[in-house]
Nanobody, 115 residues
Framework: QVQLVESGGGLVQPGGSLRLSCAAS????????MGWYRQAPGKQREFLAS???????NYADSVKGRFTISRDNAKNTVYLQMNSLKPEDTAVYYC?????????WGQGTQVTVSS
């Protein structure tokens, strides 16, 4: 099992930036596909981005060009750089790790975009 702890959320003005981090514990981090999701109040959890063990990334259309996912296997950490933030980006952001049929989730970090 992989334990995931997100950090870096907070309040930011529209147009601003935040970088989320997700620290993973347990062995085998480098073999996991890592990803980020978010869930806004009253909405379903939404896929944002993923990165494979080899560094190939994939993005939802809603964040393509604004968000960048990256990973540091030496630090067992995955990041989500978020730029040009909009009020509609307000949500709880979750990190996830997938290995085979297993998926683990972090407990999430709140991001609020408001003036």
């Amino acid at each position: 099992q992989v334990q995931l702890v997100e950090s870096g959320g907070g309040l930011v003005q529209p147009g601003g930036s935040l970088r989320l981090s997700c620290a993973a514990s347990g062995s085998g981090f480098s073999r996991n596909v890592m990803g980020w999701y978010r869930q806004a109040p009253g909405k379903q959890r939404e896929f944002l981005a993923s990165v494979t063990s080899g560094g190939t990334s994939n993005y939802a259309d809603s964040v393509k060009g604004r968000f960048t996912i990256s990973r540091d296997n030496a630090k067992n950490t995955v990041y989500l750089q978020m730029n040009s933030l909009k009020p509609e980006d307000t949500a709880v952001y979750y990190c996830t790790a997938v290995l085979g049929s297993r998926r683990d989730w972090g407990q999430g970090t709140q991001v609020t975009v408001s003036s």
